[in-house]
């Protein structure tokens, strides 16, 4: 270990968060190695080790010998102020080495509030934050992950942008740099023959040319680079490699479990919910695949938990037999098994008993609107019958808390579906009363709401945000009538999701905002210790850019979007049409019951999702 970081950490908080020698992690020799990548999460270590997309890819790409791929994450405070007065550079767990002396860095940015983070670590490893300024091959900056599905914002600053899963992607990409890493290929020469592989886009082989108004007329394509550029996925996912041996943390992280990948993609199809459209097509894995997986995760990491995850797992059509499967496994060991993402209208409770042996805990439903209309609007197809019968099986069944949670400035939203959260959570307690299997340990029902934030690539992304004053309107006038004292109501703050809807649907010029903030002193924005409101103004207000124009303004039906150079296989024309759907307040059936055709079954090359 670097004498300087023996004498600095001990004085911070977590040392273990810096010091890499986890069981499971990779090592190789590096001077047998043709390609180091420094692979870059752009928050703490405690998020991004619980960040299964990274723990996939870390595996995936380290099975290939000629590469050695290391984890970086981003410092907290007290360690970074640290490394900064002492001189210390960004370092790979792993190997202890600065990430300068890597060929790669590569940043998984799964949320638009870490864009400063990833320029704050690009600057650490004591490389210039601009593409432009990168002349030579290497260090080359890519990026994938949700947030790069709108590539814009961060055109200035990445090389190389991969869109979709990375389990193939990844590979092609790394083939291609061993060559031209062999061969001695200028820049240049890369990224024309990296813009040629499916799922890359190459930021700086477009540029958009604006209106009068500010929106974009049209993009300006050079050097052979496709029009748009279709997103990755994997068509199978049993036939894909999955790290059954994962590093297992030396401190506490947020999921302190194994995760267990049911399936990709959503029947349902809400309609503000931007994963649930940019995930698809369906894929699931078969039961017996996941049951040797989820063995193997628990044998080889000596976790006592273990998580079935997926946007809707219980949407998953083999979840009962996988858990019988599971738990003969389980249940002798003391094992924790447990199954987040539940929805009101399909939850089992034979399963949830079965599954919550071990330990029980509380019970948590987003019905995320009040009235059945604001629900049928954004497609949601719960109903409050769905939602107080599941509660009632649950109080039957001995549990005391359940967690409700609700957006608030919804499309079409009135103050009528606003007290209908209130309401809602009255019904919710009086079931309670009627149906608890034992009323003197009482009830504890919490209420959450957040601003609503609209995202590309969902049938909401043409909509506007409710000013920050209007949400404090309705945050006070539901707050106002949660009279019960059983009933707990939380609200998000609406600055964070106010920067995050001018981030999440930016172009170019919002590049110079982020640098801005950054410049500023601006990181780990994510976290409310360090979001400064005042500050992203004052970016704003220097580039010279309205983040009302971003988050507040509404679209035209054919305005020509940032995002629209990539296609996640969702047709535009699908999104239009579901936003009509929402002003009608008229569901559309979810994937299992009736295809809608969206588009996305292409991406299968001729197959057919698992909807």
Not at 161 to 181: C, D, H
Not at 520 to 535: I, N, P, T, V
Not at 547 to 560: I, N, Q
């Amino acid at each position: 270990m670097d004498k300087r970081l023996e004498r600095i950490l001990p004085k911070v908080q977590k040392p273990a968060r810096y010091t890499g020698g986890e069981f499971n992690q990779i090592i190789k020799d590096k001077n047998q190695v043709e390609l180091r990548m420094a692979f870059c999460f752009p928050d703490t270590y405690e998020i991004g080790m619980s960040n299964l997309g990274m723990g996939i890819l870390y595996h995936t790409m380290n099975a290939l010998p000629y590469v050695w791929v290391e984890r970086v994450y981003a410092p907290w405070g007290d360690m970074y102020e640290l490394m900064k007065q002492n001189g210390v550079p960004l370092y790979a767990l792993e190997s202890g080495d600065p990430i300068s002396e890597h060929d790669i860095l590569a940043f998984s940015i799964g949320y638009e509030m870490a864009y400063t983070t990833v320029l704050d670590m690009i600057d650490m490893a004591g490389v210039p934050i601009h593409s432009s300024e990168r002349k030579s091959l290497f260090p080359l900056v890519i990026a994938g992950g949700t947030a790069a599905l709108n590539p814009e914002p961060m055109a200035d600053f990445i090389d190389i942008y991969l869109l979709g899963e990375g389990e193939e992607m990844n590979n092609e990409l790394l083939e291609l740099l061993r060559t031209a890493k062999r061969e001695g290929w200028e820049k240049q020469r890369l990224l024309e023959q990296a813009s040629k592989i499916g799922g890359v886009y190459v930021p700086s082989f477009y540029k958009a040319e604006l209106n009068a108004d500010g929106t974009i007329n049209h993009f300006v394509i050079k050097d052979g680079a496709p029009e748009k550029v279709t997103k990755r996925v994997v068509a199978d996912l049993d036939s894909v490699p999955f790290p059954t041996s994962p590093i297992v943390p030396t401190t506490e992280v947020v999921h302190d479990r194994v995760n267990l990948e049911l399936f990709r993609g959503c029947v349902r199809g809400c309609r503000f919910c931007q994963a649930g459209h940019t995930y698809r097509p369906i894929r699931a894995k078969k039961p017996e695949t996941l049951a040797r997986q989820g063995k193997e995760l628990l044998k080889n990491t000596g976790c006592q938990d273990i998580t079935l995850l997926s946007l809707s797992s219980s949407d998953y059509r083999h979840l009962s037999e996988l858990c019988d499967e599971l738990l003969e496994y389980c249940e002798p060991r003391s094992i924790g098994l447990s199954l987040p993402s539940l929805r009101a209208d399909n939850f089992s409770m034979d399963i949830m008993h079965r599954i919550q042996k071990t330990r029980k805990s509380g019970l948590t439903f987003a019905p995320e609107a009040g009235s059945q209309r604001l629900r049928d609007a954004i497609n949601k197809n719960v109903t409050e019958e769905d939602l107080l019968h599941t509660c009632r099986l649950a109080f039957e069944g001995g549990w005391n808390t359940v967690k409700l949670y609700f957006m608030l400035g919804l499309p079409t939203e009135t103050d009528e579906d606003i007290l209908g959260i209130s309401e809602l959570a009255n019904q919710v307690l009086h079931t309670w009363r009627l149906y608890a299997k034992n009323k003197n340990r009482g009830v504890r029902i919490t209420v959450s709401t957040s601003c609503f934030v609209p995202k590309p690539h969902s049938p909401f992304q043409w909509e506007q945000q409710v000013t920050m004053d209007e949400y404090i309107r309705r945050v006070n006038l539901l707050r106002d009538n949660i009279k019960a004292k059983n009933v707990v109501y939380n609200w998000h703050d609406p600055k964070t999701s106010y920067i995050e809807a001018t981030l999440s649907r930016g172009d170019r010029r919002i590049g110079k905002v982020i640098e801005n903030i950054w410049r500023a002193g601006g990181r780990l924005e994510a976290w409310s210790d360090y979001f400064s409101f005042d500050r992203w103004m004052q970016a704003f207000s220097d580039a010279g850019v309205s983040p009302e124009f971003y988050a507040h303004r509404l679209r035209e039906r054919d305005e020509v979007m940032p995002w629209d150079l990539v296609d996640v296989g969702v047709r535009r024309a699908h999104l239009w049409h579901e936003r009509e759907q929402a002003y009608k307040s008229e569901l559309s059936p979810d994937c299992r019951k009736q295809c809608a055709g969206c588009g996305a079954a292409k991406l299968l090359n001729g197959g057919k999702c698992d909807g």
